[in-house]
Protein backbone atom coordinates (compact mmCIF):
# COMPACT_ATOMS: atom_id res chain seq x y z
CA UNK A 1 0.00 0.00 0.00
CA UNK A 2 1.24 3.52 -0.82
CA UNK A 3 2.31 5.96 2.17
CA UNK A 4 -0.39 7.80 3.47
CA UNK A 5 0.97 11.84 3.90
CA UNK A 6 -0.02 13.97 6.81
CA UNK A 7 1.18 17.87 6.40
CA UNK A 8 0.93 19.68 9.14
CA UNK A 9 0.45 23.48 8.65
CA UNK A 10 -1.45 22.71 5.03
CA UNK A 11 -2.64 26.48 5.43
CA UNK A 12 0.59 27.78 5.18
CA UNK A 13 2.59 28.85 2.20
CA UNK A 14 4.87 25.32 1.92
CA UNK A 15 2.31 23.19 3.89
CA UNK A 16 -0.47 24.39 1.26
CA UNK A 17 1.76 23.75 -1.56
CA UNK A 18 2.66 20.47 -0.68
CA UNK A 19 -0.54 19.46 -0.39
CA UNK A 20 -1.69 19.74 -3.63
CA UNK A 21 1.76 18.92 -5.28
CA UNK A 22 1.14 15.12 -3.67
CA UNK A 23 -2.64 15.29 -3.89
CA UNK A 24 -2.10 15.91 -8.36
CA UNK A 25 0.41 12.58 -7.76
CA UNK A 26 -2.89 10.66 -6.14
CA UNK A 27 -0.31 10.14 -3.46
CA UNK A 28 -2.67 9.72 -0.12
CA UNK A 29 -2.77 12.71 1.82
CA UNK A 30 -4.31 15.16 4.49
CA UNK A 31 -3.31 18.35 6.02
CA UNK A 32 -3.86 20.32 8.63
CA UNK A 33 -4.97 24.35 9.62
CA UNK A 34 -5.38 25.85 12.94
CA UNK A 35 -6.97 29.57 12.39
CA UNK A 36 -7.27 29.97 8.86
CA UNK A 37 -9.52 27.22 7.67
CA UNK A 38 -8.88 25.58 4.66
CA UNK A 39 -11.88 24.42 2.72
CA UNK A 40 -11.59 20.42 1.66
CA UNK A 41 -12.40 16.85 2.39
CA UNK A 42 -8.36 16.25 3.11
CA UNK A 43 -7.70 19.32 5.61
CA UNK A 44 -8.89 19.43 9.03
CA UNK A 45 -8.18 21.83 12.29
CA UNK A 46 -5.40 20.21 14.55
CA UNK A 47 -4.52 20.44 18.08
CA UNK A 48 -0.70 20.12 18.70
CA UNK A 49 -1.27 21.64 22.01
CA UNK A 50 -0.50 17.75 23.53
CA UNK A 51 0.20 14.16 22.76
CA UNK A 52 -3.08 13.78 23.61
CA UNK A 53 -4.60 16.21 21.70
CA UNK A 54 -2.98 15.41 18.49
CA UNK A 55 -4.16 11.64 18.71
CA UNK A 56 -7.61 12.63 19.28
CA UNK A 57 -7.42 15.03 15.89
CA UNK A 58 -6.15 11.83 14.48
CA UNK A 59 -8.64 9.58 15.48
CA UNK A 60 -11.79 12.17 14.70
CA UNK A 61 -10.37 12.70 11.05
CA UNK A 62 -10.01 8.61 10.72
CA UNK A 63 -6.49 9.01 9.67
CA UNK A 64 -3.02 7.23 10.65
CA UNK A 65 -0.33 8.21 8.72
CA UNK A 66 2.98 6.60 7.37
CA UNK A 67 4.88 9.87 7.00
CA UNK A 68 4.15 13.34 8.72
CA UNK A 69 5.81 16.45 6.92
CA UNK A 70 5.74 19.41 9.75
CA UNK A 71 5.35 22.77 8.46
CA UNK A 72 4.16 24.19 11.53
CA UNK A 73 6.15 27.28 12.43
CA UNK A 74 6.17 30.90 13.46
CA UNK A 75 7.94 32.56 10.76
CA UNK A 76 7.33 36.42 11.44
CA UNK A 77 11.34 37.18 12.64
CA UNK A 78 9.88 39.82 14.85
CA UNK A 79 6.96 38.37 16.18
CA UNK A 80 9.30 35.25 17.51
CA UNK A 81 11.35 37.94 19.02
CA UNK A 82 8.56 40.01 20.94
CA UNK A 83 6.52 36.04 21.99
CA UNK A 84 9.04 34.34 22.80
CA UNK A 85 6.84 31.65 24.08
CA UNK A 86 5.12 31.45 21.54
CA UNK A 87 8.20 30.89 18.91
CA UNK A 88 9.06 28.03 21.40
CA UNK A 89 5.54 26.28 21.52
CA UNK A 90 5.27 26.45 17.15
CA UNK A 91 8.97 26.14 16.42
CA UNK A 92 9.76 23.03 19.10
CA UNK A 93 7.46 22.34 21.72
CA UNK A 94 4.98 20.97 18.63
CA UNK A 95 8.15 18.70 17.69
CA UNK A 96 8.03 17.33 20.68
CA UNK A 97 4.42 16.78 20.96
CA UNK A 98 4.88 14.70 17.25
CA UNK A 99 8.21 12.53 17.84
CA UNK A 100 6.22 11.64 21.05
CA UNK A 101 3.57 10.49 19.39
CA UNK A 102 5.36 8.57 16.71
CA UNK A 103 7.04 6.92 19.52
CA UNK A 104 3.54 5.23 20.86
CA UNK A 105 3.21 4.12 16.87
CA UNK A 106 3.55 0.19 16.53
CA UNK A 107 4.70 0.83 13.05
CA UNK A 108 7.46 3.14 11.29
CA UNK A 109 6.20 6.66 11.12
CA UNK A 110 8.77 8.99 9.07
CA UNK A 111 8.99 12.66 10.10
CA UNK A 112 10.12 15.71 8.25
CA UNK A 113 11.11 18.47 9.84
CA UNK A 114 11.13 21.70 7.53
CA UNK A 115 13.55 23.60 8.96
CA UNK A 116 15.50 27.05 7.81
CA UNK A 117 19.01 28.90 6.90
CA UNK A 118 18.63 30.97 9.84
CA UNK A 119 20.18 28.65 11.81
CA UNK A 120 23.67 30.13 10.89
CA UNK A 121 24.80 34.02 11.30
CA UNK A 122 25.88 33.68 7.76
CA UNK A 123 29.64 35.11 7.30
CA UNK A 124 29.84 34.26 3.59
CA UNK A 125 30.73 30.90 2.89
CA UNK A 126 28.65 28.30 2.20
CA UNK A 127 28.03 26.20 5.26
CA UNK A 128 27.36 22.14 5.64
CA UNK A 129 25.13 20.55 7.43
CA UNK A 130 27.76 19.32 9.95
CA UNK A 131 28.79 22.99 10.91
CA UNK A 132 28.47 24.12 14.16
CA UNK A 133 25.01 26.52 14.10
CA UNK A 134 24.97 29.97 15.56
CA UNK A 135 21.53 31.90 15.21
CA UNK A 136 21.15 35.58 15.26
CA UNK A 137 17.60 35.73 16.27
CA UNK A 138 15.28 33.50 18.41
CA UNK A 139 13.69 32.39 15.14
CA UNK A 140 16.81 30.85 14.14
CA UNK A 141 17.21 29.76 17.94
CA UNK A 142 13.98 28.72 18.10
CA UNK A 143 13.98 26.40 15.21
CA UNK A 144 17.52 25.07 15.63
CA UNK A 145 16.03 23.79 18.93
CA UNK A 146 13.21 22.06 16.84
CA UNK A 147 15.42 20.23 14.45
CA UNK A 148 17.21 18.70 17.42
CA UNK A 149 13.94 17.84 18.97
CA UNK A 150 13.34 16.20 15.36
CA UNK A 151 16.57 14.69 15.46
CA UNK A 152 15.62 12.61 18.35
CA UNK A 153 13.82 10.07 16.22
CA UNK A 154 16.71 8.38 14.35
CA UNK A 155 14.77 8.20 11.28
CA UNK A 156 13.77 11.75 10.78
CA UNK A 157 14.71 14.08 8.25
CA UNK A 158 15.22 17.55 8.96
CA UNK A 159 15.17 19.42 5.16
CA UNK A 160 17.04 23.37 5.75
CA UNK A 161 15.41 25.19 2.76
CA UNK A 162 14.91 28.46 1.73
CA UNK A 163 12.15 28.99 -1.09
CA UNK A 164 9.29 31.38 -3.22
CA UNK A 165 6.48 30.58 -5.29
CA UNK A 166 2.79 31.86 -5.53
CA UNK A 167 1.72 32.62 -1.99
CA UNK A 168 -1.72 32.20 -0.65
CA UNK A 169 -4.92 34.94 -0.48
CA UNK A 170 -4.11 35.04 3.21
CA UNK A 171 -0.17 34.66 3.35
CA UNK A 172 1.92 36.38 0.76
CA UNK A 173 5.59 34.76 -0.54
CA UNK A 174 8.66 37.08 -1.04
CA UNK A 175 7.89 36.80 -5.42
CA UNK A 176 4.14 37.68 -4.56
CA UNK A 177 5.29 41.04 -2.58
CA UNK A 178 7.90 42.06 -5.30
CA UNK A 179 5.70 41.65 -8.44
CA UNK A 180 2.78 43.44 -6.43
CA UNK A 181 5.25 46.20 -5.51
CA UNK A 182 6.55 46.62 -8.72
CA UNK A 183 2.88 46.53 -9.90
CA UNK A 184 2.05 48.95 -7.57
CA UNK A 185 5.20 51.40 -8.75
CA UNK A 186 6.67 51.27 -5.30
CA UNK A 187 10.71 51.48 -5.41
CA UNK A 188 12.06 48.19 -4.29
CA UNK A 189 15.62 48.17 -2.59
CA UNK A 190 17.71 45.20 -3.11
CA UNK A 191 20.69 44.02 -0.68
CA UNK A 192 23.72 43.03 -2.29
CA UNK A 193 25.77 41.85 0.45
CA UNK A 194 22.87 39.36 1.29
CA UNK A 195 22.85 36.21 -0.48
CA UNK A 196 20.93 33.26 -0.77
CA UNK A 197 20.04 30.08 -2.36
CA UNK A 198 16.18 29.33 -2.18
CA UNK A 199 14.00 27.31 -4.22
CA UNK A 200 11.04 27.44 -5.77
CA UNK A 201 8.18 25.43 -3.98
CA UNK A 202 7.94 22.99 -6.94
CA UNK A 203 11.25 22.05 -6.88
CA UNK A 204 11.42 21.85 -2.95
CA UNK A 205 7.99 19.43 -2.91
CA UNK A 206 9.83 17.49 -5.66
CA UNK A 207 13.02 17.06 -3.24
CA UNK A 208 10.96 16.35 -0.28
CA UNK A 209 9.05 13.39 -1.74
CA UNK A 210 12.09 11.90 -3.53
CA UNK A 211 14.52 12.35 0.00
CA UNK A 212 11.38 10.24 1.46
CA UNK A 213 11.26 7.63 -1.88
CA UNK A 214 15.11 7.16 -0.69
CA UNK A 215 14.63 7.42 2.95
CA UNK A 216 16.84 10.15 3.53
CA UNK A 217 17.89 10.65 7.43
CA UNK A 218 19.35 13.85 9.23
CA UNK A 219 19.74 17.15 8.27
CA UNK A 220 19.75 17.95 4.52
CA UNK A 221 20.21 21.30 3.14
CA UNK A 222 17.57 21.49 0.21
CA UNK A 223 18.58 24.66 -1.77
CA UNK A 224 19.73 25.99 -5.08
CA UNK A 225 23.19 25.06 -6.84
CA UNK A 226 24.13 28.93 -7.25
CA UNK A 227 23.06 31.59 -5.00
CA UNK A 228 22.62 34.88 -5.79
CA UNK A 229 22.32 38.14 -3.62
CA UNK A 230 18.96 40.09 -2.72
CA UNK A 231 19.37 43.07 -5.34
CA UNK A 232 19.84 40.36 -8.60
CA UNK A 233 16.81 37.92 -7.20
CA UNK A 234 14.50 40.86 -7.38
CA UNK A 235 15.75 41.68 -10.78
CA UNK A 236 15.60 38.30 -12.51
CA UNK A 237 11.76 38.39 -10.54
CA UNK A 238 11.83 41.78 -12.50
CA UNK A 239 12.79 40.62 -15.59
CA UNK A 240 10.42 37.70 -15.49
CA UNK A 241 7.21 39.32 -15.13
CA UNK A 242 8.73 41.90 -17.44
CA UNK A 243 9.34 45.03 -15.65
CA UNK A 244 13.01 47.27 -16.39
CA UNK A 245 14.74 45.67 -13.80
CA UNK A 246 17.29 49.13 -13.60
CA UNK A 247 14.00 50.55 -11.29
CA UNK A 248 15.64 48.22 -8.78
CA UNK A 249 17.60 49.83 -6.55
CA UNK A 250 20.81 48.77 -5.36
CA UNK A 251 21.21 49.15 -1.43
CA UNK A 252 23.31 47.30 1.55
CA UNK A 253 22.62 45.97 4.59
CA UNK A 254 25.11 47.25 6.90
CA UNK A 255 24.30 50.75 8.63
CA UNK A 256 20.43 49.69 8.46
CA UNK A 257 18.28 49.84 11.34
CA UNK A 258 16.49 46.61 11.90
CA UNK A 259 14.24 45.87 14.75
CA UNK A 260 15.61 41.87 15.26
CA UNK A 261 19.18 41.19 13.83
CA UNK A 262 19.26 38.95 10.48
CA UNK A 263 21.69 36.70 9.23
CA UNK A 264 24.50 37.89 6.27
CA UNK A 265 24.92 36.19 3.67
CA UNK A 266 23.80 32.52 4.08
CA UNK A 267 24.50 29.79 0.85
CA UNK A 268 23.69 26.45 2.10
CA UNK A 269 25.78 24.30 0.59
CA UNK A 270 24.19 21.53 -0.88
CA UNK A 271 26.64 18.90 -1.82
CA UNK A 272 25.53 16.14 0.86
CA UNK A 273 21.75 16.38 -1.40
CA UNK A 274 23.48 16.49 -4.72
CA UNK A 275 25.67 13.44 -3.55
CA UNK A 276 22.70 11.51 -2.34
CA UNK A 277 20.29 12.35 -5.28
CA UNK A 278 23.47 12.00 -7.64
CA UNK A 279 22.47 15.21 -9.85
CA UNK A 280 23.62 18.89 -9.60
CA UNK A 281 20.69 20.39 -7.66
CA UNK A 282 18.36 23.05 -9.85
CA UNK A 283 19.48 26.85 -10.25
CA UNK A 284 17.55 29.92 -9.10
CA UNK A 285 16.74 30.93 -12.35
CA UNK A 286 15.00 27.35 -13.10
CA UNK A 287 12.88 28.16 -10.36
CA UNK A 288 11.92 31.63 -11.59
CA UNK A 289 11.13 30.39 -15.07
CA UNK A 290 8.56 28.70 -12.72
CA UNK A 291 6.56 31.77 -11.52
CA UNK A 292 3.26 32.12 -12.97
N1 LIG B 1 8.61 31.17 4.32
C1 LIG B 1 9.89 31.05 4.05
O1 LIG B 1 10.42 31.77 3.18
C2 LIG B 1 10.74 30.03 4.76
C3 LIG B 1 12.13 30.07 4.55
C4 LIG B 1 12.92 29.11 5.16
C5 LIG B 1 12.35 28.12 5.94
N2 LIG B 1 11.02 28.11 6.17
C6 LIG B 1 10.45 27.05 7.00
O2 LIG B 1 9.52 26.32 6.19
C7 LIG B 1 8.41 25.89 6.98
C8 LIG B 1 7.11 26.41 6.37
O3 LIG B 1 7.13 27.83 6.35
P1 LIG B 1 5.89 28.65 5.76
O4 LIG B 1 6.39 30.00 5.44
O5 LIG B 1 5.20 27.85 4.71
O6 LIG B 1 4.97 28.74 7.06
P2 LIG B 1 3.67 29.65 7.24
O7 LIG B 1 3.12 30.04 5.92
O8 LIG B 1 3.98 30.73 8.21
O9 LIG B 1 2.64 28.61 7.89
C9 LIG B 1 2.69 28.23 9.22
C10 LIG B 1 1.66 27.16 9.47
O10 LIG B 1 1.63 26.89 10.89
C11 LIG B 1 0.28 26.76 11.28
N3 LIG B 1 0.07 27.03 12.68
C12 LIG B 1 0.26 28.21 13.33
N4 LIG B 1 -0.11 28.09 14.62
C13 LIG B 1 -0.56 26.83 14.78
C14 LIG B 1 -1.09 26.08 15.89
N5 LIG B 1 -1.23 26.63 17.11
N6 LIG B 1 -1.43 24.79 15.70
C15 LIG B 1 -1.29 24.23 14.48
N7 LIG B 1 -0.82 24.86 13.40
C16 LIG B 1 -0.45 26.15 13.55
C17 LIG B 1 -0.44 27.79 10.43
O11 LIG B 1 -1.82 27.53 10.44
P3 LIG B 1 -2.91 28.70 10.31
O12 LIG B 1 -2.40 29.62 9.23
O13 LIG B 1 -4.16 27.97 9.91
O14 LIG B 1 -3.03 29.36 11.63
C18 LIG B 1 0.22 27.55 9.08
O15 LIG B 1 -0.39 26.49 8.42
C19 LIG B 1 8.68 26.41 8.39
O16 LIG B 1 9.31 25.37 9.11
C20 LIG B 1 9.66 27.55 8.20
O17 LIG B 1 10.46 27.73 9.35
C21 LIG B 1 10.19 29.06 5.61
Known amino acids: MSKRWLVLGGSGLLGNFLHYYLANLNISVKSTYSSNRVVGRDFFQVNLASLKAFDISLRENDFCPDVIVNTVALTDVDKCESDKGLADFLNHEVVKVLTDWISHQ ?34 GKSKLQGERVALGLEESLVCRT ?19 SLKEGQPITGFEDVEFNPLHMKHLCEYLLRLVELDARGIFHVGSHDNVNKYEFIRMVAQH ?18 RVARPMSLTMSVEKLEGFLCEKAKNVSDGISLLT
Open 241 to 258: YNFDPSTIIQGVSTGQKL
Open 162 to 180: NFFGKGLEWRSSITDWILN
Open 106 to 139: NKKVKLIQLSTDQVQKGDGYPFSEGDREDPVNYY
